[in-house]
């Protein structure tokens, strides 16, 4: 008896069973309505089945060699606490669906109450949802939700947001209903160019979005810019990539914006090549039912016992259908989960010390490679984790030279900006020991010469 | 039936942020190793905020004991049968959940140098080819998060194509049957609806489509089986109808447990299909996610692809983003590596008679629980089903109890209800999948509870109206939750 | 509302709505009386008006908030802004659906009954009273001759079911 029978139970007397009582002879009757001619008539071309053991030998071989890396933009190699794991491998949180029958989902919907709360105190806005996919499309669902709220037709996005959000953001929106006009970055700064950014705001603008801190790692200064775009009657939307950073950064709903859509993959949620990820999304209270996603609320049940349930699922499409403020189903409510974990362990202190220590670290790293010839970092503004290295030689060469030493030294830019074709982005967090940073920097400086 | 009296280890638990308090730490970094700097001196003030407020300060053991105790108000497939119509919700192995902690995959980021992931690219790339074979379609994208997420890339992907032909249309064809996503992605990439009604077979009909199709009509979404749990018979017809006057044929392939290896939807004239991977091939649902809505395209619509594709040459895989008529990327990254790894694994568990295995027991289970619930509950197609079959709450209605009581009644018992009150199209839907996982013993177990509601509701329905009974909450107050909404905690002061 | 949109409600018991149309306006539902003032005027999609000679009230009939149940939320219109007859003019939401409410006349939205923001029940409660959704100015008065008289709604409800 093959293996893969421990997933399906049914013996041959159980069939037999079945299929007298369904009234049919055989299996291959059931599915009688079927053409014949369509039927297939040989297995379907795929490997002979693995035994559990053979599985995971097979699958070991697969995985990538793990080294010492300086890589960011987007994707953190953080701190995950155990209890996250233990936690999240309860089968009561993992493999039970969307919380549709609230009596008995009371874990989930309390859960993820709680990560709505902790995302708004995160964020500084007043209403977050249940999560969205990841950081790239949340961002560009903002957009979306912007253009159902203002009907104006262009969209101003600054291009150090993400290069990939911003691709994604690309695809999502209709060119027919909405026009993208992209800000340029000041070349010594780093931050949003905002005298552009100010030419080009007029009535004819539903949103501006800027992350902060941006791609480069910058600190992006809003203060002055929310309220000119309030002026002209459009949204401010604040990206992020970098949860951790607003464990020191001032919310962005403090400042007054509109939107808040980022990435929450730092809390918690482990690399994976790419995803899963967590999507966060948070709004004000005026615009609830225009947000896209789910929402749980607090309520009482017949006893007048405290309760949570999905709420005002009537901006959902399993209701709204063709008019639904977005089509998202199934969203990232594990990963959510691990969220709320993860800033349940870390706190209030905690986040802070987070987040004071990654930014130590990444000065220590600039400050070790301000002292090399051949490369120097380039913004001027602040910057939180991540900084941009500009290279005087090929910055392919210096990686291969990096590379001997089993080192990952940083992500070369020219992918994403063809100006910056001499410039890695190097991020440094909690996790980077000094005893690295200072093996980076000696192999950097040899591999400059 | 005797059944054992539930115990009390159902505690009543506050909100993370109505417990702990100041001094309490549930973290540890690693050590300073480098100076801790001031943050004033290197951020201006107005970018700093002053306190994270209201957000916990709580030790480990309470941060454990909080959850778990949560976690022991939730029912998952791992406590008992979760028979939710077109939700796929069959047994998680174990082992794929191992697979994806192990190091070389869990820790890897997006950006490694190709050279240094081939064993994950390479991974990647045999998904692909899975998925395309099991299907019977060209191509795969492994990018979407979700299968409404691969809806709108198909949908995309189809306007895209009908652009570069230099077309402009503007409807697409949905079943009155189909999926709240199908019509909400049509919206988004700006498509105008076009109902098409089921037959009195609850299938739809190739005159019916005909008097629609024309050449405005980009494509027509179809389900396969349908939210009714039928085999849409007429397919094959409906997609010549369709491709001669150059539309495409999208099918949400969220019911595929019904056909692996039985069928090839690119036999049925299928152009692209999403997968739900969290449903058919065993990843866990998570409790909203995350899972995985891998799209399979025919050849046509393959320069559509969003980037990366992922490429193999000789031995070698790499990720091309140098494709002129993709439609741009749908998230950043990759995909959802961790939840595809897992889909991977079980499909080489499983092999190619396991998966057959699998449609073949899920089908079976299906029409048993149908034929064997059909005396005692309204069934609205009388006929074999698929892997799910719809009942509907008509009997019942003349003791005034709906499917709701039925299914909070069903609670009481120690089951996940059924889906209800989906598909649309039958009036007080009783949606029931049980999946190949579940065995005849516990099938019986939920006949027999069933049956024993149906006669409940006829000679004791009060009991039904005020289920469930047995659980940490009752029946919740919905329309105040929608009236006031409370959707986060706010600090007392 | 449409019939369809009434058709899609979760949990809607038609067998408790038999047609024994009675003259006075009422349909007998089995459990309770649904009443239809014979002095308003009504349209197919199941809004109430009232004729005040410049301008017309609007509500939803006792039949649309019992098919709705629970009221939740009311989407109003921008006072001043401009509606042709049929347009959606509103929306009005429950726990589970969601169904628009047309405009049975051409004309400017004078005024609209914000009290329901807090209070969407009084729908439920006193659907031709305290209730009302809208207040449009009248543009057209020919138009109205085109809108039903209870007794043609009633007949038109009894096909609905």
Avoid at chain 3, 137 to 154: I, P
Wanted: net charge negative.
């Amino acid at each position: 008896m093959e293996d893969f029978i421990r997933y399906i139970p049914h013996t041959e007397e159980d069939a037999r069973r079945m299929l007298e009582a369904i009234g049919v002879e055989k299996i291959e009757d059931l599915f009688a309505i079927i053409p014949k001619e369509l039927r297939l008539s040989k297995p379907l071309s795929l490997p002979k089945p693995f035994s559990e053991p053979d599985l995971i030998r097979h699958l070991e071989g697969l995985q990538s060699p793990v080294l010492s890396n300086f890589l960011g933009g987007g994707a953190y190699h953080h701190f995950i606490p155990a209890v996250i794991s233990a936690l999240v491998s309860r089968s009561e949180f993992y493999t039970t669906y969307t919380p549709y029958q609230p009596e008995i989902s009371q874990g989930t919907l309390q859960a993820i109450f709680e990560f709505q709360t902790l995302m708004c105190q995160l964020t500084g806005m007043e209403v977050s949802n249940a999560s969205m996919y990841d950081g790239a499309s949340s961002l560009a669902e903002a957009l979306l939700m912007a253009h159902r709220i203002i009907g104006r037709k262009k969209v101003l996005l600054s291009q150090a947001v993400h290069p990939e959000y911003r691709k994604v953001i690309q695809t999502y929106i209709d060119p027919d209903q909405q026009e993208i006009v992209l800000i340029p970055y000041q070349k010594g700064e780093g931050r949003t160019d905002e005298r552009v950014l100010f030419d080009l705001l007029d009535g004819d603008v539903s949103a501006v979005v800027i992350q902060s801190p941006n791609f480069f790692g910058v600190i992006e200064d809003l203060h002055g810019i929310i309220d000119r775009i309030h002026q002209q009657g459009g949204l401010m939307i604040v990206g992020f990539s970098e949860a951790i950073a607003y464990g020191i950064l001032k919310p962005p709903g403090e400042l007054g914006a509109d939107i808040v859509a980022g990435e929450g993959q730092s809390l918690g949620i482990p690399l994976s090549y790419g995803g899963p990820y967590l999507g966060i999304f948070a709004t004000r209270n005026s615009f609830v039912r225009n947000m896209p996603g789910r929402l749980v609320g607090e309520t009482i049940d017949l006893e007048g016992k405290r309760g949570f349930v999905l709420t005002l699922a009537t901006r959902e499409q399993h209701i709204r259908r063709e008019r639904a403020t977005s089509n998202i189903c199934t969203n990232e409510g594990l990963c959510a989960l691990m969220a709320t974990i993860f800033l349940s362990c870390f706190g209030r202190e905690g986040l802070r010390e987070l987040a004071v220590m990654n930014l130590s670290k990444a000065e220590y790293a600039k400050r070790a490679v301000s002292q090399i010839k051949g490369c120097r970092p380039i913004f001027s503004s602040p910057t939180f984790n991540e900084f941009v290295l500009e290279i005087d030689g090929d910055p392919d060469k210096v990686l291969k030279g990096l590379r001997k030493e089993k080192i990952l030294g940083g992500l070369p830019l020219a992918r994403f900006y063809p100006e910056l074709n001499h410039h890695l982005l190097i991020t440094v967090t909690e996790m980077t020991t000094k005893e690295e940073i200072d093996r980076w920097a000696e192999a950097l400086e040899k591999a400059s010469r | 039936m005797e059944r054992i009296k539930d115990s009390g280890l159902i505690q009543d638990e506050p909100l993370i942020f109505e417990q702990g308090g100041s001094g309490r730490k549930g973290y540890s970094l690693p050590q300073w190793d480098v100076e801790e700097l001031d943050v004033e001196n290197l951020i201006p003030c107005h970018l700093l905020r002053r306190e994270l407020e209201g957000f916990p300060q709580i030790s480990e053991i309470d941060v454990v004991r909080h959850f778990t105790r949560l976690s022991q108000w939730n029912y998952g497939v791992d406590s008992g049968p979760y028979l939710l119509g077109s939700c796929t919700m069959k047994y998680n192995p174990k082992v794929n959940e191992e697979i994806a902690r192990m190091r070389g995959f869990a820790t890897i980021h997006p950006y490694y140098p190709q050279d240094l992931s081939q064993g994950i690219l390479k991974l990647m790339h045999q998904l692909e080819l899975f998925l395309a074979e099991i299907t019977g379609m060209d191509r795969v994208c492994l990018q979407p998060a979700a299968g409404a997420h691969g809806e709108l890339t198909g949908m995309m992907m189809i306007k895209a194509c009908l652009l570069k032909r230099g077309e402009r249309r503007r409807k697409v064809l949905v079943p009155d049957t189909a999926h709240g996503t199908n019509c909400s992605t049509s919206s988004i990439t700006s498509y105008q609806m076009v109902e098409i009604k089921s037959n009195e077979r609850g299938v739809i009909s190739p005159e019916k489509v005909a008097e629609q199709m024309d050449e405005e009509v980009a494509a027509i979404m179809v389900t396969n089986p349908n939210t009714l749990g039928l085999f849409e018979e007429d397919l094959g017809k409906i997609a010549q109808i369709v491709h001669r006057r150059g539309g495409f044929v999208y099918c949400d392939g969220a019911n595929l447990n019904a056909l692996m290896g039985i069928v090839k939807l690119g036999d049925l004239g299928v152009d692209v299909v999403h997968l739900n991977l969290h449903k058919t091939f065993s990843t866990p649902h998570g409790g909203g996610g995350p899972g995985a809505g891998p799209l399979a395209v025919r050849e046509e619509l393959g320069p559509y692809l969003p980037i990366p594709v992922i490429e193999k040459e000789g031995e070698t895989y790499r990720l091309n983003e140098d494709r002129p008529y993709s439609i741009g990327k749908m998230r950043a990254f990759h995909g959802n590596f961790g939840v595809l790894l897992k889909a991977y694994a079980y499909i080489l568990s499983m092999g190619p008679e396991g998966l057959k295995r699998a449609s073949e027991m899920a089908v079976l289970n299906a029409n048993y629980l149908m034929k064997q619930l059909k005396d005692h509950y309204d069934l609205p197609y009388d006929r074999l089903c698929m892997h799910e079959c719809v009942f509907t709450d008509r009997f019942q209605e003349k003791h005034h109890i709906s499917t709701l009581d039925i299914a909070k009644r069903l609670i009481d018992y120690g089951f996940h209800p059924p889906t209800i009150y989906f598909p649309l199209v039958v009036k007080g839907a009783l949606m029931i999948e049980p999946t190949e996982t579940e065995s005849k013993e516990g099938l019986d177990r939920f006949i027999e509870t069933m049956i024993e509601i149906a006669k409940e509701a006829k000679e004791n329905p009060d009991l039904l109206r005020q289920a469930p009974q047995k659980v940490k909450v009752r029946r919740l107050d919905e329309v105040l939750a929608a009236r006031k909404p409370k959707l986060r905690w706010t600090q007392q002061r | 509302m449409t019939p369809r949109e009434c058709q899609l409600i979760f949990g809607v018991h038609y067998s408790c709505l038999y047609a024994s149309i009675k003259l006075s306006g009422r349909l007998s539902r089995g459990v309770s009386i649904t009443e239809f003032p014979e002095d308003l005027l009504y349209t197919e999609s199941h809004e109430w008006v009232r004729d005040e000679g410049d301008r017309v009230t609007i509500g939803l009939t006792d039949y649309a908030q019992n098919q709705m149940k629970d009221i939740v939320y009311v989407d109003f219109p921008d006072i001043g802004s401009v509606f042709k007859q049929g347009e959606t003019i509103g929306v009005v939401e429950s726990v589970k659906t969601v169904a628009d409410i047309f405009s049975p006349i051409t004309g400017k939205v004078a005024e609209t009954n914000l009290i329901l923001k807090d209070y969407p029940q009084f729908i439920n409660e006193d659907p031709y009273g305290k209730g009302w959704i809208v207040k449009i100015e009248v543009q057209n008065r020919e138009e109205l001759n085109g809108l039903l008289s209870f007794k043609a709604y009633l007949g038109s409800l009894s096909k609905d079911l």
